[in-house]
C-alpha cells in the first residue's frame, strides 16, 4: 500500500471549514483514498473515499488532485463534535484489509 | 450500521489469566479483523479471519490466538494475559459501500491486565 503523510495536528473554528491535507506521492493506479476518524474511546467510522474524481457525501468532501499524489477532506462546518484524529488511507479497492497498518492521522480540535 | 458487537466491553483481569474476547456481527461478512490500539502506536493488526475456520497473522500476533466456528463470530484469545496486553482491542468487518471495499469497526474493548 502507498504510504501517506498528515500533519500530525491542527485546528480548527467551530463553523468554519476544516481543510485536511494528505500527501500520497507513491499511490498506483488501482489505488483508492479513504479517509476515517476517531472520536476519542470510539471505534474507527468510515467517512469517505474516492479514486479521482472529488467525492462528496453528507460528512464530508473529498478532493483529489489531478496527478493523484494528495488529497484534502474538507469538513465544511466544523462542529465540535468532529474533534477526533483523522486518518487518510491509500490502497487498492478489492484488497483485504488484513496487511493494512494505520498510520497516526491528524489529530483535530475544533475550537469554540 | 454493520451490526458489530464486542464483549466484554470492559475487562480487569491478572497476570496469567486467560482471556478471550468475543466479535459478533449479524451480516454474514466474510472478512473481520481484530486490531489493538495504543498510545503512541496507532491501530495494529493482531489476527484477521476470511472465512469460517480461514484465519491469518497481523502485525502484532504474538501472544494472541483466533478462532472462527461460525460466520458471525470471532473469538480472540490471549492464552495467558501479560500487562503489555493492556490495550483497546478493535474488532472490524469489511464490506462493498459506495463501490468500495470499507472497513466498520466495533464499539472496542478496553482490557487491563494487572
Known amino acids: 500500500d502507498a504510504k501517506t503523510t498528515q500533519p500530525p495536528s491542527m485546528d480548527c473554528a467551530e463553523g468554519r471549514a476544516a481543510n485536511l491535507p494528505c500527501n500520497h506521492s507513491?499511490?498506483?493506479?488501482?489505488?483508492?483514498v479513504y479517509w476515517y476518524r476517531q472520536i476519542h474511546s470510539q471505534g474507527p467510522q468510515y467517512i469517505i473515499h474516492g479514486l479521482k474524481n472529488n467525492e462528496t457525501n453528507e460528512m464530508a468532501s473529498l478532493i483529489i488532485t489531478e496527478d493523484r499524489k494528495s488529497s484534502t477532506l474538507i469538513l465544511p462546518h466544523a462542529t465540535l463534535r468532529d474533534t477526533a484524529v483523522y486518518y487518510c488511507?491509500?490502497?487498492?479497492?478489492?484488497?483485504?484489509?488484513?496487511?493494512?497498518?494505520f498510520g497516526a492521522g491528524t489529530q483535530v480540535v475544533v475550537t469554540p | 450500521d454493520a451490526g458489530i458487537t464486542q464483549s466484554p466491553r470492559h475487562k480487569v483481569t491478572e497476570t496469567g489469566t486467560p482471556v478471550t474476547l468475543r466479535c459478533h456481527q449479524t451480516e454474514n461478512h466474510r472478512y473481520m479483523y481484530w486490531y489493538r490500539q495504543d498510545p503512541g502506536h496507532g491501530l495494529r493488526l493482531i489476527h484477521y479471519?476470511?472465512?469460517?475456520?480461514?484465519?491469518d497473522k497481523g502485525e502484532v500476533s504474538d501472544g494472541y490466538s483466533v478462532s472462527r466456528s461460525k460466520t458471525e463470530d470471532f473469538l480472540l484469545t490471549l492464552e495467558s494475559a501479560t500487562s503489555s496486553q493492556t490495550s483497546v482491542y478493535f474488532c472490524?468487518?469489511?464490506?462493498?459501500?459506495?463501490?468500495?471495499?470499507?472497513?466498520?469497526f466495533g464499539a472496542g474493548s478496553r482490557l487491563t491486565v494487572l
Open positions: 488511507i491509500v490502497r487498492p479497492r478489492t484488497d483485504s484489509w488484513g496487511k493494512l497498518q
Open positions: 472490524a468487518i469489511s464490506n462493498d459501500r459506495a463501490g468500495a471495499n470499507v472497513l466498520t
Open positions: 507513491t499511490i498506483s493506479g488501482n489505488e483508492y
Open positions: 479471519s476470511y472465512g469460517v475456520k480461514d484465519t
